[in-house]
């Protein structure tokens, strides 16, 4: 089974910062990452798929990167509306892998 | 609007069996694969089960093999879990999804807000 380990498992920060949260996976995954935004009580929302294709949608300040084991999803400029739950999610083989989430909270 | 609406979640004891349904409207599911997350209270997602547009390929987690059944009905235009010798471990919202596929890579697209499914004695 492939693993997706992300970093940090919560972080703070303030609206305007810039972030990044790191997704790895135990193995080559190619660039088969996709990268999805929870809100409590609501269903996941697709950001990023494909490691770097912006949904449509999406607003610009969301990005991702990476190919191979190691991927980032960076938010350029914090806004209200970001403060969420982040995971990754390999599709590159069964068993499907999600990470374990970044909380992103207010400082 | 598209939805996908879940249904069929309840408390069930251990042992016990439940069926789920997802119901799409404003979409027609028979053009794609198909699948169910769940999450745990207060943990991440995780992938439960995936089928093809025709219902001749399934493909599930381990910790479910042998006890959960994903189908559909594509004249209903609907997805179906059903989910017997229930665990507490089992207990999860639980969230229908279409695929979409890019090249070779495939993404989660629309998703329901889902069901929840409690096995407790």
């Known amino acids: 089974d492939i693993q997706m380990t992300q970093s940090p498992s919560s972080l703070s920060a303030s609206v305007g910062d810039r972030v990044t949260i790191t997704c790895r996976a135990s193995?080559?995954?190619?660039?088969?990452l996709n990268w999805y935004q929870q809100k409590p009580g609501k269903a996941p929302n697709l950001l990023i798929y494909?490691?770097?294709t912006l949904q449509t949608g999406v607003p610009s300040r969301f990005s991702g990167s990476g190919s191979g084991t190691d991927f980032t999803l960076t938010i350029s400029s914090l806004q209200p509306d970001d403060f969420a739950a982040y995971y990754c999610q390999q599709s590159s083989s069964y068993p499907i892998t999600f990470g374990q989430g970044t909380r992103l909270e207010i400082k | 609007e598209v939805r996908l609406v879940e249904s069929g979640g309840g408390l069930v004891q251990p042992g016990g069996s439940l069926r789920l349904s997802c119901a799409a409207s404003?979409?027609?599911?028979?053009?794609?694969?198909m699948g169910w997350v769940r999450q745990a209270p207060g943990k991440g997602l995780e992938w439960v089960a995936n089928i093809k547009p025709d219902g001749s390929y399934t493909s599930y987690v381990d910790s479910v093999k042998g006890r959960f059944t994903i189908s559909r009905d594509n004249a209903k235009n609907s997805l179906d879990l059903q989910m017997n010798s229930l665990r507490a471990e089992d207990t999860a919202v639980y969230h229908c999804s279409n695929i979409r596929f890019y090249g070779r890579s495939w993404y989660y697209d629309y998703w329901g807000q889902g069901t929840l499914v409690t096995v407790s004695s």
């Open positions: 404003e979409f027609t599911i028979s053009g794609y694969w």
């Open positions: 193995q080559n995954i190619n660039t088969y």
């Open positions: 494909a490691a770097s």
